[in-house]
C-alpha cells in the first residue's frame, strides 16, 4: 500500500455526538494501524456570509426545497477548532486544508453532507472518496435527490456501521451494491460495571421527551413506592455509568437512528432493556435482556415495565451473563479493528 491519508469531514462541534466519537475513534485507531497510512478530520463551518443569509432565511421564514440542505460551497475550514481532550485520551490529528492530494487522500463524508461530494467536486478532480452513512434516516441531506444520487454514484465506497442501513442502501442503489462495506464501532465494556443493584428506572430523555413524560405520568400511580425513575440528563459520564451500575431498568427511546449506543451500554451495566429500538438495534434487540415496544405504545410500554417489576428476578443478573458477554464480543475493539483493516484494504486498491 502506498502512503494513504484517509481524511474525515465533521462540523465544528461544540460536544461531540455519538456519531462524531465513533469517527474520532475511527481516526485514531487509523494512526495506529500501519506506517504507511495516516488520517486526520477536517472540520468545516459556515462562512460568515452563509451564516447571515441562512438567520435572514428563518426570521423572513423564505424556504426555497430545491436548496434545502448545507452548501458546501458556502463552508471553510474551521482553523482554531481543537476536539475537547476529555473525549479521548490520544491525540486527534486535525487538518486544516481543503486542498485535497489525488494520489494519497480519501476523503470520508458523513451521510449529512453527503451532497458535499458535488458541491467541492471531488469526482472532476478525481480525489477519491467515500459516504459514512451511520444511519438511513439521515441519508436525505438535500432536497436535490440528482445531486444525491451523483454523490453516491460517485463514491468510491458507501460505508454503514449497521446491517438495517446495508439493506437500505442496497435497494436504493442497487448498481452501487459492490461498493458497500460495513465497519464497526466498539463500545468499552470494561467501563460498564454491575454493582448492587437498586429499585431504579433509568432513561436519556433527549430523543423523545414527550414519549418520557407520557410514560412516567401513566406510571405516577402505578409504580411500587420502592421504585424510582431518574432521568440521565445534565450529567457527567462517570456519573451516568454509576448510576446505570446500579439501576436494574433501562427505558430505551432510541429514535430513527442507524444503532442506537445507550441501550447497550444499559445492557453491559446489568439492566433491562426495555422499548422502542430506533432502526438498527433491531441486530442485538434480543430477549431476555432486550424487549421491545412499539414507538408511541406508551400503554405497552407501562406494562411491559410493571411485567418485569413484579416477576421473580432473582440471579436475573446470572442467567443473562452469556448474552451480555456476546454482545460485548459483537461490539468488541478487535472487531471494530478488523473491520477498518478491511476498508482499508479497500482503499489501497484504489491508489
Do not use: C
Not at 435572514?56 to 476536539?83: N, V
Not at 441519508?139 to 442501513?165: E, G, Q, R
Request: charged share 25%; hydrophobic share 35%.
Amino acid at each position: 500500500m502506498k502512503n494513504i491519508n484517509i481524511i474525515y469531514l465533521l462540523p465544528e462541534l461544540k460536544g461531540a455526538s455519538g456519531g462524531a466519537k465513533v469517527i474520532y475513534n475511527h481516526s485514531i485507531i487509523l494512526n495506529n494501524l500501519k506506517k504507511n497510512l495516516s488520517s486526520n478530520v477536517t472540520h468545516l463551518k459556515k462562512k460568515l456570509s452563509y451564516k447571515l443569509e441562512t438567520s435572514l432565511i428563518k426570521k423572513i421564514k423564505f424556504f426555497d426545497k430545491k436548496k434545502a440542505g448545507w452548501d458546501g460551497t458556502k463552508m471553510k475550514i474551521s482553523k482554531r477548532f481543537i476536539p475537547n481532550k476529555k473525549w479521548f485520551n490520544e491525540k486527534i490529528n486535525v487538518n486544516k486544508s481543503l486542498n485535497f492530494d489525488k494520489k494519497k487522500d480519501f476523503i470520508i463524508i458523513p451521510e449529512i453532507w453527503a451532497h458535499f461530494a458535488v458541491d467541492l467536486k471531488l469526482y472532476e478532480k478525481k480525489i477519491n472518496y467515500g459516504i459514512f452513512v451511520q444511519g438511513f434516516y439521515h441519508m436525505n441531506s438535500s432536497n436535490d435527490f440528482i445531486k444525491l444520487k451523483k454523490s453516491y454514484d460517485n463514491a468510491s465506497l458507501i460505508i454503514t456501521d449497521s446491517v438495517y442501513s446495508i439493506n437500505y442502501l442496497k435497494e436504493m442503489f442497487p448498481k452501487q451494491r459492490k461498493k458497500i462495506i460495513r465497519i464497526n464501532f466498539s463500545i468499552d465494556h470494561k467501563k460498564f460495571k454491575i454493582k448492587k443493584k437498586s429499585n431504579i428506572i433509568t432513561y436519556m430523555p433527549r430523543k423523545l421527551p414527550d414519549h418520557a413524560k407520557l410514560l412516567n405520568f401513566y406510571l405516577k400511580n402505578l409504580l411500587p413506592k420502592n421504585w424510582k425513575i431518574i432521568p440521565l440528563k445534565d450529567i457527567t459520564q462517570a456519573r451516568l455509568i454509576d448510576t446505570l451500575s446500579r439501576s436494574k431498568i433501562f427505558l430505551s427511546f432510541s429514535n430513527l437512528e442507524g444503532i442506537g449506543i445507550p441501550p447497550i451500554e444499559a445492557a453491559l451495566s446489568g439492566n433491562k432493556v426495555i422499548g422502542y429500538i430506533g432502526g438498527g438495534g433491531v441486530e442485538y434487540w434480543k430477549q431476555p435482556i432486550f424487549t421491545k415496544v412499539e414507538n408511541g405504545e406508551i400503554r405497552d410500554f407501562g406494562k411491559k415495565i410493571l411485567s418485569h417489576i413484579s416477576q421473580n428476578n432473582e440471579n436475573w443478573i446470572k442467567k443473562t451473563s452469556n448474552q451480555r458477554h456476546k454482545l460485548a464480543l459483537q461490539y468488541s475493539k478487535e472487531e471494530e479493528i478488523n473491520s477498518l483493516i478491511k476498508m482499508t484494504n479497500r482503499i489501497s486498491k484504489l491508489f
